[in-house]
């Protein structure tokens, strides 16, 4: 199956609700970087985390990386309608190449 | 400050037609990336370049598919012959280097009747 799998596939919450997404992927990395999409656009960067690095934050939005676990995951606290949209994970892996492999994305819906 | 831009969005052609797609990267950006999104799907790797070079083409199929990115001008992704599978939206992102965060273009919409 392909690197940056996203689950859960889909996830409803409400407003004010706290809503989280991992992502696991199989080969060694240097980066992984969460993106965000509204529907028929383009990707928004929300964050970078290295593999050094475990946690990171930025706003609302609180990233964690486990390497020896292969995974990640983002959690968007205190949500709201706006963040309606799909989120994807994105692995750079640290040998085989410059490819960027993303999931399939976890589509996330934010009832007001 | 403009960011990727990409023309056009939308693109409608019969099939055996040329399709032409073009990204100009961030000002200062020389690595650029081609993607393709199905619907419902995530983003598959196609091909990545830097200037006048291609780097990595692995996830672009080996006929009709091309991809350039010239000392002036922007890049461009280049479908021969499409066919209906080609239909999909397609996205360019630049980079600094190869290891900084890749911005995204808003995608150019292919339709293949």
């Known amino acids: 199956s392909q690197q940056g799998e996203e689950d859960p596939q889909a996830l409803s919450i409400q407003e004010g609700e706290n809503a989280t997404m991992n992502c696991s992927y199989k080969?060694?990395?240097?980066?992984l970087q969460w993106y965000r999409q509204n529907s028929g656009r383009g990707l928004v960067h929300l964050i970078l985390i290295r593999s050094n690095e475990r946690e990171k934050h930025s706003g609302r939005l609180r990233v964690t990386l486990d390497t020896s676990k292969k995974s990640s995951s983002l959690l968007i606290t205190a949500s709201r309608a706006a963040d309606t949209a799909s989120y994807f994970c994105?692995?750079?892996?640290?040998?085989?190449?410059?490819?960027?492999?993303f999931g399939a994305g976890t589509r996330l819906f934010v009832k007001a | 400050n403009a960011g990727v831009m990409q023309n056009p969005r939308h693109l409608v052609r019969r099939r055996g037609q040329e399709a032409r797609l073009r990204c100009s990267p961030m000002?200062?950006?020389?690595?650029v990336y081609w993607y393709r999104q199905l619907p419902e799907e995530g983003l598959k790797f196609m091909v990545y370049?830097?200037?006048?070079?291609?780097?990595?083409e692995s996830g672009m199929p080996k006929e009709r598919f091309s991809a350039e990115f010239p000392k002036e001008g922007p890049s461009i992704l280049r479908i021969q012959q499409v066919v209906r599978g080609d239909s999909a939206a397609y996205f360019c992102a630049s980079s600094p280097t190869d290891e900084d965060t890749q911005y995204f273009g808003p995608g150019t919409r292919l339709t293949v009747l």
């Open positions: 080969t060694s990395i240097n980066n």
């Open positions: 994105a692995t750079d892996a640290s040998t085989g190449g410059f490819k960027t492999i």
């Open positions: 370049l830097q200037k006048e070079n291609i780097i990595d």
């Open positions: 000002k200062g950006h020389s690595h």
